[in-house]
Every structure is written in structure tokens, then in C-alpha cells.
């Protein structure tokens, strides 16, 4: 939503301010210059990466225009969710986690928790690691680096899209350059003309330096920025997962596990400690 109304702040504040100063609109619609700059940037954007990173930066273009799902109350179902889990293996032996893990779509838990389910690198890392937790052997501080291992694998796969369209819109500036210097070669093809004629053709050139920084500076590089702003949300909820296994493999009871876990939440989303108590008496 917010993604929407910066887009309308921006174009509504430029042509604001550009017909202010008495500056034509109908100029600045110039097919041919949109053609050659978003046809290279689609070109290289498509020479660049391969498709199902393609597909992810096309995902996460549409994720930036919901928003933040990672929400306190996005939080306080994990921890819930977390709680209940974890007192079913203290009140009934690990063994009895392995039909949950197992298969997490049948599960009767996971099943209570629909934010969890609907993000199926939390459910991937949550019952991988416990799988690992449930064959035994393993001391929490190799556990800590296994699960890290995989955060960071997780982390480097999704930051791949937010990269690759923060390149696009750096190189626009430049493709912005290359339509107005194709602007120039016609122009100079109209130099015998009246000088109405090429004034109007020089300032159609220009429009492709217009276009390349707008789309580069106000577009394309701060959805670039939304897009890793939300990988960067998702890698703490998986690191609130993360601490609460740890602590719970420590041997902390699960109400103390959770709350590693709501330590690690960013201070702007974490539930206060009322409200995790509150949600812990819920899930009992």
C-alpha cells in the first residue's frame, strides 16, 4: 500500500512541479524513449539472471506492494505456535514431535497456525532442524552452526532478486543516456529544419536522460530497497525461530525458550512480555 502511494507522490509532486514552471505534458510522453530504455533494461535483466530468479523478482515486486508481513501479531502467532510445540515434547517425549515434522500439512499444530504455514521457509526450518534435534547426538553448539549455515543459505538465495533489480536500476541513468544520445542522431538529421523543429526534437532527447535517473532514482532502486528490506524481515523471523530451538535444546522449559525467541524479534515488532504471556495461556 505504502509502495502505491510513494509511486503517487513521486510522479504527482514532478508533474507538479514541471507544469508549474509551464512545461507541457504531451512532451514528455514519448513512446520511442520508454521502448528503448524498458526494453534494455527487460533485455538485461533477462541476459543477467536466470528464470526462477526471474519469477522470485517478479514475487517480491508484488510482495513490496502488500507489505511487511512479518507484524507483531505475525510474531506473536510464531511464538504461540513455538510454545505449544515445544511443551508437547517436554510433556511427551520428543518422539511425539515426529508426526508434525514429519508432515507439517497434516499436522493438527501447524495446522492452528496459519501465518506459519503460509511461509514455507519457517515450516522448512523448523521441522528440518528438529528432525536433526529428534536422531540425538548432536550438542547445541553444532546445532547453532547448522542452523546458521542454513539461515545463511536461505538469506543469500532470496537476497539474489533485491541485488539484481538494484542493478537494473543503476544501469537505467545510463539507458537514459543511450535513448538521448539516439535523440541527438536524429536531431541532427533535422538541423535544415525550422529551429520549432528542433527544439522540439532535442527536447524529446532529453527526455530519455529524464526517464533513465526517475526510473532509476524513484522507481525501480527504491522497490529494490522495499524488496530487501522484507528478505531482511524474513531472516530475523527465521532467527526468532532459531534462538527458541537453541534454548529449548539447552534445556530451558519452552515458556523460557520462547521468550530467547522474543528477544531476537526486531524491537519495533517484538510483543511485550504481557503480551507473550498472554498468548502462552492461549496456546495451553
Known sequence: MFVLIGLAIVFA????????????LLILFQVSEFLIIGGAALGSLLIANPPDLLR????????????????KAAYIELLQFLYEILQLAKREGLI????????????A??????????????????????????????????LEDL??????????KEARAPTALITVA???PGL??????LGVVITMGKVDQPPEVVGHSVAAALVGTFLGVLLSYGVVGPIGRNLENLVQAEHRYLNCIKATILAFVKGAPPVVAIEYGRRAIDPDFRPSFQETEEAVKRAR
Do not use: W
Open 13 to 24: 509532486s514532478i508533474i507538479a512541479g514541471y507544469t508549474m514552471h509551464g512545461g507541457q
Open 147 to 156: 542452523m546458521e549455515l542454513d539461515l545463511e543459505t536461505i538469506h543469500h
Open 56 to 71: 522470485r523478482i517478479v514475487q517480491g515486486i508484488l510482495g513490496t506492494l502488500r507489505g511487511n508481513r512479518y507484524t
Open 96 to 107: 511425539a514431535l515426529e508426526q508434525h515434522v514429519e508432515n507439517p500439512e497434516n499436522s
Open 170 to 172: 543503476d544501469s537505467l
Open 176 to 181: 537514459g543516456i543511450v535513448a538521448a544520445v
Open 109 to 142: 499444530i501447524f495446522s492452528k497456525y496459519p501465518t506459519v504455514m503460509a511461509n514455507h521457509h519457517a515450516v522448512a526450518f523448523f521441522c528440518d532442524t528438529m528432525k536433526v534435534v529428534l536422531n540425538g547426538g548432536i550438542p547445541p553448539h553444532d
